[in-house]
Nanobody
Framework: QVQLVESGGGLVQAGGSLTLSCAAS???????MGWYRQAPGKQRDLVAT???????NYADSSKGRFTISRDNAKNTVYLQMNSLKPSDTAVYYC????????????????WGQGTQVTVSS
């Protein structure tokens, strides 16, 4: 029901910055949004999340360097990444989560296609 399109990835040197964007096809005002990443051969891990109320949560590896934000009027979520490290290299995925329309069921998750971030040393 909700399509997510990431953009802003690319190649950057260590210490540089990138801003990722996630454009949603529907109103996201009630959604919890997040960014996850997956390096080659590894599992998909949380980077940061932001609730519909604006409360954010970060993985330890992201704290102090990354900032997640949202613009509900534009149906867009951002991830500002500073002081990038080679270990940040991964495909970054946008996530949207909403409460299940049925009781006693887990939330519904939507995922984007992903955008590649490569950090060179």
């Amino acid at each position: 029901q909700v399509q997510l399109v990431e953009s802003g990835g690319g190649l950057v040197q260590a210490g540089g910055s990138l801003t990722l964007s996630c454009a949603a096809s529907a109103n996201i005002w009630s959604f919890s949004m997040g960014w996850y990443r997956q390096a080659p051969g590894k599992q998909r891990d949380l980077v940061a999340t932001i609730t519909s109320g604006g409360a954010s949560n970060y993985a330890d590896s992201s704290k102090g360097r990354f900032t997640i934000s949202r613009d509900n009027a534009k149906n867009t979520v951002y991830l500002q990444m500073n002081s990038l490290k080679p270990s940040d290299t991964a495909v970054y995925y946008c996530n949207a989560q909403t409460q299940s329309p049925l009781p006693l069921l887990p939330p519904v998750n939507y995922w984007g296609q992903g955008t590649q971030v490569t950090v060179s040393s």
